[in-house]
C-alpha cells in the first residue's frame, strides 16, 4: 500500500527557513503528482505548491518567490523549501500524491510547522 511520510518540521523565528521532505513507498513515485497543502484549525486545508510528474509547477500566492517545490525521483521524495518565513506561515503541511484528476488522493500524517518569535 501507498504511504507519505513527512518530515522536517518544526519551531522557526520570522524570516528564517526550513525545507521539508515527504517520502513515497509502495508505488512508482514517478508517476505520481505531488502536493504540499497546510492546514490552521478552524481552517479548510490549501494547495500550498504543486509539481506534477512532467515537472510543471504551481503555487498558492501567498508563497509564490519565497517557497520553492521539487522533486527527486531517484529518491522518491518531494521537497519544500521554505524562505522568509511568516507567522501566518504557521500550519500543519501535507504531503499529497495523485495520478490525474480521477486518481485517488493519498495524504501523509502531516508535519507542524510554527512561525514564532
Known amino acids: 500500500q501507498i504511504q507519505l511520510v513527512e518530515s522536517g518540521g518544526g519551531l522557526v523565528q520570522p524570516g528564517g527557513s526550513l525545507r521539508l521532505s515527504c517520502e513515497l513507498s509502495?508505488?512508482?513515485?514517478?508517476?505520481?503528482?505531488m502536493s504540499w497543502y497546510r492546514q490552521t484549525p478552524g481552517n479548510q486545508r490549501e494547495l500550498v505548491a504543486k509539481i506534477t510528474r512532467n515537472y510543471d509547477t504551481n503555487y498558492a500566492d501567498s508563497v509564490r518567490d519565497r517557497f520553492t517545490i521539487s522533486r527527486e525521483n531517484t529518491e522518491n521524495t518531494v521537497y519544500l523549501e521554505m524562505n522568509t518565513l511568516k507567522s501566518d506561515d504557521t500550519a500543519v503541511y501535507y504531503c499529497?500524491?495523485?495520478?490525474?484528476?480521477?486518481?485517488?488522493?493519498?495524504w501523509g500524517q502531516g508535519t507542524q510547522v510554527t512561525v514564532s518569535s
Open positions: 499529497n500524491a495523485r495520478i490525474g484528476i480521477l486518481g485517488k488522493d493519498y
Open positions: 509502495g508505488s512508482d513515485f514517478a508517476l505520481y503528482h
